[in-house]
């Protein structure tokens, strides 16, 4: 017979429950977070969702950046590309979750109809998170866009 590491009663394992367990996971920091600006018995929130951590280093991910942070567009996150986007549910061309990333509305706003899924929005000065109309350009499809790339990239477009 153990004792619980919570409560103090005894039980078969460390924990009686899982109210006991998760009690005590409550504002502890977890092991990958350690050394990463924080420290162990400073507190996290537990119960909020938060970017992966693992994937990347938090200075990296632009997610952890916008984390704490107010967002300046209601119903809008950054995807873990780094990408905008705009909680859009109705909109026929929507990933699962409701989301459009914002260069395409932007785009479509501006040509006045829905995109096609094989056209593709340029950021023109490589910033994706410039979605400005002056920023961004239209391709009917990826291989046009790579063409561009192999151009501009050969020094014949400016």
């Given at each position: 017979m153990n004792i619980c590491k919570t409560c103090g009663k005894e039980c078969e394992r460390t924990y009686c429950n899982y109210e006991c367990y998760w009690a005590s996971k409550k504002g502890k920091v977890p092991k990958q977070l350690i050394g990463k600006g924080f420290q162990i018995g400073s507190k996290v929130n537990v119960g909020r969702k938060r970017p992966d951590t693992t994937r990347r280093n938090l200075t990296d991910n632009p997610a952890w950046k916008r984390y704490g942070v107010k967002q300046q567009k209601p119903y809008s996150t950054i995807t873990s590309t780094g990408y905008t986007?705009?909680?859009?549910?109705?909109?026929?061309?929507?990933?699962?979750?409701g989301y459009m990333r914002e260069h395409r509305l932007v785009m479509e706003k501006h040509i006045g109809r829905y995109?096609?899924?094989?056209?593709?929005?340029?950021?023109?000065?490589?910033?994706?998170?410039?979605?400005?109309?002056?920023?961004?350009?239209l391709f009917p499809n990826n291989k046009a866009h790579m063409k561009y790339h192999e151009k501009s990239q050969a020094g014949k477009i400016d």
């Open positions: 986007a705009i909680y859009n549910p109705y909109h026929p061309n929507c990933d699962s979750k995109l096609k899924r094989s056209e593709v929005v340029h950021h023109i000065d490589g910033d994706i998170t410039n979605n400005r109309l002056d920023n961004l350009m």
